[in-house]
């Protein structure tokens, strides 16, 4: 088992106010509408489960499933962390989503770091982290377009 690594970092103005832009980032009914992949989120008090559906990455198919200590600063800051008791789970993210008052709309920044451990040899990480990269790239962009579209903007 090895582990791989994607990073998405992202920055954008909205035309939303913040508190609206708020309510999205933290709505676990509303993410999965909003977000490829993503089936369900489970909520028990800070801990989040995320569900995702099969991603294939290179030879193996994975079905993540991973628990995130969220911390939520209302209303400019959210932060990721993987659930360190979770030692059965094999996908994680560590990051965070900065809101900024920016005139009557809100700037938006990610910064945040997926993880898998797959039963894939140590020298096919180029690979595999171009995958996982074109995988995030993807899944934060069509999220975005969902989100924009949802805000009405």
């Known amino acids: 088992m090895n582990r791989f690594r994607a990073r998405n970092t992202s920055e954008a103005t909205l035309r939303s106010e913040p508190h609206l832009v708020w309510k999205v980032l933290t709505d676990p009914d509303l993410l999965p509408e909003l977000t490829p ?3 369900r989120i489970e909520v028990d008090g800070d801990r989040w489960t995320w569900h995702l559906t099969r991603i294939p990455v290179m030879s193996a198919t994975i079905t993540p499933t991973f628990t995130e200590v ?3 600063e209302e209303p400019t800051r959210i932060v990721f962390a993987h659930d360190a008791e979770r030692t059965d789970e094999r996908t994680g993210v560590e990051g965070h989503y900065e809101l900024t008052p920016d005139g009557t709309g809100t700037h938006v920044a990610i910064d945040l770091e997926i993880w898998c451990d797959l039963p894939l040899p140590r020298v096919s990480r180029i690979a595999v982290e171009t995958v996982m990269s074109g ?14 579209r949802h805000l009405g903007e």
Do not use: D, E, Q
Not at 139 to 147: L, P, Q, T
């Open 37 to 39: 992949y993503l089936k």
């Open 135 to 148: 995988v995030v790239a993807a899944m934060g962009k069509r999220f975005a377009s969902n989100m924009l």
């Open 70 to 72: 969220m911390t939520f």
